[in-house]
């Protein structure tokens, strides 16, 4: 049974058994909704660089970098929390990336640039390359 089977989960110690610290390991920022096919070659560039994600749910579509916070320490403690950004501090772990992960909500999630490409050759009746 592991550590966190026996004890009870609180929002106080839920962090603890967060293995991987979701929410300290990526970056996101809200884009403008692609309509063109310019838009999308644009994402096409973005996306086909390592570790950058593009997705869209029921906020619109983001850009995602997976890249794990500088300060996150190995004991999974934040170096800077006395000082920690503001997004920071406001988020809440009530029901977090713990309880139910951020990619449940996402309707389009695009990880590859082959998987970009294959979305927009399925969109666009005609796309040139
Ligand atoms: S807030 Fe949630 S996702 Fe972030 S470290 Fe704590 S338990 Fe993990
Ligand atoms: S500053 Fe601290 S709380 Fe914020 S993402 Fe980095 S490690 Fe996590």
New binding site residues.
């Given amino acids: 049974m592991s550590e966190a089977n026996k004890t009870e989960i609180t929002a106080q110690n839920k962090c603890e058994f967060c293995i991987n610290?979701k929410?300290?390991t990526y970056v996101t920022q809200k884009i403008d909704t692609p309509r063109s096919k310019l838009d999308f070659e644009h994402l096409l560039w973005q996306v086909s660089h390592l570790n950058v994600e593009i997705y869209q749910d029921s906020d619109g579509w983001f850009i995602l970098f997976q890249s794990k916070?500088?300060?996150?320490?190995a004991d999974r403690?934040?170096?800077?929390?006395d000082r920690?950004?503001y997004?920071?501090?406001d988020?809440s772990n009530d029901y977090c990336e713990y309880d139910s992960p951020a990619e449940e909500s996402f309707k389009l999630h695009f990880k590859t640039y082959d998987e970009l490409r294959t979305y927009c050759l399925k969109r666009f009746k005609r796309w040139v390359k």
């Fill in positions: 610290s929410c300290c916070c500088a300060h996150l320490l403690k934040c170096a800077v929390y920690r950004p997004i920071c501090e988020y």
